[in-house]
């Protein structure tokens, strides 16, 4: 009975099938021992019951190749269990089913549908990440710088008495904090951590949010940075950094004092705004920033513009 024929192929070249196995290139083999000519002109004897085993070796190797990503994943998680607790940490890209659950949950964060939540939910942090630092963020906030220059360009130029004025929250609109968020994983906000985190003063600036400040300065809008930082531990490291980051000739940062300490965002933000709208004579023409806390309340402005932010929630 006649052997099967085996299929034999070197990365340089085909060679015809033979009964016998691959023989070498270039000179005549055994019919007892075949061998593979490789193309450094080493010569491998294989032996003859070897030869279907060799034959399939690409075909093993890029088997190999496309599981060893998934198993250092499993070697990482550990056996039984996880470093992250019952659950495994969450990778990008995930399942196109949690994706689309995540997606909608940021939806409804960004509609302010989704309130006084604490973390990011444990199947969504792996999302999370990958939508802030693979480049969907980056294009929703373009998205949004647009849209607010084309406001600006439409309006009336600021008045000669120099009260046409703009409000910019700081924190993830005008300097981001991503580094700190995502090495915490998008835990619960924890007061200490943060003021560490932001005492060092290097949290880097946002362009697209850079650009809008100069155009405004550029064109005339007094611009007022308002923040919920508390004003006595974290004033000057925060003017330091915002200095470093190009943010300069502001006409006045307003932080949190110790009268407001303890209270929501949303209700220091607004008295401050009240202070500039009906105690200064000020026209807020445009509002921006990250939460809603810093878009409700009295005198928001003219228009107010939500940057997008799924790491955190400030009530």
Request: hydrophobic content about 35%.
């Amino acid at each position: 009975m006649h052997e099967p024929l085996i299929s034999c192929f070197i990365p340089s070249s085909p060679i015809k099938p033979t009964k016998t196995g691959c023989p070498v290139l270039g000179q005549t083999g055994s019919s007892t021992s075949p061998s593979i000519g490789l193309p450094w002109q080493t010569q491998i004897q294989w032996p003859r019951y070897m030869a279907p085993t060799m034959a399939l070796l690409p075909q093993r190797l890029l088997l190999t190749l496309v599981l060893l990503p998934h198993l250092l994943i499993l070697l990482s998680l550990g056996v039984g269990g996880s470093a992250y607790g019952t659950k495994p940490p969450c990778f990008w890209p995930s399942s196109a089913a949690e994706d689309g659950r995540c997606l909608s949950w940021r939806v409804m964060v960004e509609a302010n549908n989704a309130r006084g939540w604490r973390t990011v939910p444990a199947p969504c942090v792996g999302y999370v990440t990958g939508y802030m630092t693979r480049g969907q963020y980056g294009r929703d906030l373009d998205g949004v710088m647009d849209q607010v220059s084309a406001y600006v360009d439409q309006i009336t130029p600021p008045a000669d008495d120099g009260l046409d004025a703009w409000v910019l929250d700081i924190d993830d609109t005008c300097l981001s904090n991503l580094f700190y968020y995502e090495a915490k994983r998008f835990g619960a906000y924890d007061p200490l951590a943060f003021k560490t985190w932001a005492s060092q003063g290097a949290c880097p600036g946002i362009p697209a949010v850079l650009r809008l400040f100069a155009t405004l300065r550029d064109k005339g809008f007094k611009v007022f940075l308002l923040s919920g930082r508390d004003e006595e531990t974290l004033g000057s490291c925060t003017t330091e950094n915002l200095e470093s980051q190009g943010f300069s000739g502001y006409e006045r940062l307003m932080m949190r004092t110790p009268e407001y300490r303890g209270q929501p965002s949303s209700v220091f933000k607004s008295a401050m705004r009240k202070q500039l709208a009906e105690e200064e004579g000020y026209r807020i023409r445009g509002n921006v920033g990250d939460q809603w806390s810093d878009l409700q309340g009295e005198n928001v402005g003219d228009r107010v513009f939500k940057i997008p932010n799924p790491m955190y929630f400030v009530p």
